[in-house]
């Protein structure tokens, strides 16, 4: 019944694509409209991995236009199905590790862009317009990570899932319509991993299948961070429903700067566990299309880390 009740609020409401937060005092703080011919290497770093991200993903991340470029004013990133080879483990895990250099191949090729040195926010309306891909398998993400560990190892630190969702049109006997079409939006805390923990909410949105844009978002106010879809809110989550084991005070960690993320997985745990199980290599490639990214603060609450050199 929750989730029907969710459903019919987002079904009610119109939401321009384009307006800015209703609330007074929210300002404009960092945005990407992706005008320019190239993406934004001042605003976006690559990573560049086969590590499958912790949850055996079956993609390597590159840098090459074939996977991340600039079409007629949007941000595609593209999963192509192709053998590639690359570094097994992430920059982060590289400097500590006895074989740097390894690298491993993967069955598919995609891009994953970051903010990470080039911007970071403590608190603000985060909204991305985005189209998704559909397919056994798909894996795209909007999330955020913390700019230091300041709490130790994921999770203590945190993690703030904005969107993700999972096999996107396929088969799916519970869902409105008999089709995938749930999105959701979580938090990770807790301790280092094992004693991570986590608390999300998953609710079908229908519309995520009508071929079009869709505005998904978070408003991250301290103690208190709420999940929206087109404007319309899904879950809210308040600091008594997470902590880390590395600090008492309240609303840690989540009191920290963190980043932003886009990527498109293919495979790993979440979607090879649902739907029709596994990868299905067909229909490739895959896209994730993204129309514009927007963050607003309010000047009491926090302010944008200056943008920083990198790769």
Same mark, same amino acid.
């Given at each position: 019944?929750?989730?029907?009740?969710?459903? =019919?609020?987002?079904?009610?409401?119109?939401?321009?694509?384009?307006? %800015?937060?209703? &609330? &007074?005092?929210?300002?404009?703080? $960092?945005?990407?409209?992706?005008?320019?011919?190239?993406?934004?290497?001042?605003?976006?770093?690559?990573?560049?991995?086969?590590? @499958?991200?912790?949850?055996?993903?079956?993609?390597?991340?590159?840098?090459?236009?074939?996977? =991340?470029?600039?079409?007629?004013?949007?941000?595609?990133?593209?999963?192509?199905?192709?053998?590639?080879?690359?570094?097994?483990?992430?920059?982060?895990?590289?400097? @500590?590790?006895?074989?740097?250099?390894?690298?491993?191949?993967?069955?598919? +090729?995609?891009?994953?862009?970051?903010?990470?040195?080039?911007?970071?926010?403590?608190?603000?309306?985060?909204?991305?317009?985005?189209?998704?891909?559909?397919?056994?398998?798909?894996?795209?993400?909007?999330?955020?990570?913390?700019?230091?560990?300041?709490?130790?190892?994921?999770?203590? +630190?945190?993690?703030?899932?904005?969107?993700?969702?999972?096999?996107?049109?396929? +088969?799916?006997?519970?869902?409105?319509? @008999?089709?995938?079409?749930?999105?959701?939006?979580?938090?990770?805390?807790?301790?280092?991993?094992?004693?991570?923990?986590?608390?999300?909410?998953?609710?079908?949105?229908?519309?995520?299948?009508?071929?079009?844009?869709?505005?998904?978002?978070?408003?991250?106010?301290? @103690?208190?961070?709420?999940?929206?879809?087109?404007?319309?809110?899904?879950?809210?989550?308040?600091?008594?429903?997470?902590?880390?084991?590395?600090?008492?005070?309240?609303? =840690?960690?989540?009191?920290?700067?963190?980043?932003?993320?886009?990527?498109? %997985?293919?495979?790993?745990?979440?979607?090879?566990?649902?739907?029709?199980?596994?990868?299905?290599?067909?229909?490739?490639?895959?896209?994730?299309?993204?129309? $514009?990214?927007?963050?607003?603060?309010?000047?009491?609450?926090?302010?944008?880390?200056?943008?920083?050199?990198?790769?």
């Amino acid at each position: 019944m929750k989730r029907l009740i969710l459903l =019919a609020a987002f079904l009610a409401y119109p939401y321009s694509a384009r307006s %800015a937060p209703a &609330d &007074d005092g929210w300002q404009l703080v $960092w945005a990407d409209e992706f005008e320019a011919p190239r993406i934004d290497r001042a605003k976006w770093r690559f990573e560049t991995d086969c590590w @499958g991200g912790g949850n055996d993903e079956r993609q390597c991340y590159t840098k090459s236009g074939r996977n =991340a470029g600039i079409e007629q004013g949007k941000l595609v990133i593209t999963a192509r199905f192709e053998r590639t080879t690359g570094p097994a483990l992430p920059e982060h895990l590289r400097a @500590g590790s006895a074989m740097p250099e390894a690298e491993t191949t993967r069955q598919f +090729s995609s891009a994953k862009l970051t903010t990470r040195g080039r911007a970071a926010w403590r608190y603000g309306k985060v909204e991305v317009r985005a189209r998704l891909p559909q397919g056994q398998g798909t894996w795209p993400a909007i999330w955020m990570m913390p700019s230091d560990e300041a709490y130790g190892r994921w999770a203590a +630190s945190g993690e703030i899932d904005i969107l993700e969702a999972v096999n996107l049109g396929v +088969s799916c006997a519970k869902c409105p319509g @008999g089709r995938e079409n749930t999105i959701r939006g979580t938090l990770h805390f807790g301790g280092p991993s094992p004693k991570n923990a986590s608390k999300g909410e998953e609710v079908p949105f229908p519309d995520v299948l009508d071929g079009g844009f869709h505005t998904y978002g978070i408003a991250w106010e301290p @103690g208190k961070i709420t999940w929206q879809v087109d404007g319309r809110t899904y879950a809210t989550r308040v600091a008594s429903e997470w902590w880390t084991t590395a600090s008492g005070v309240p609303g =840690a960690p989540f009191d920290r700067e963190f980043y932003l993320i886009l990527n498109l %997985a293919i495979g790993g745990g979440l979607p090879e566990a649902r739907g029709l199980g596994g990868v299905r290599n067909d229909g490739y490639p895959k896209r994730m299309e993204i129309d $514009w990214v927007h963050v607003w603060q309010r000047p009491a609450l926090g302010a944008t880390a200056p943008a920083k050199g990198g790769n």
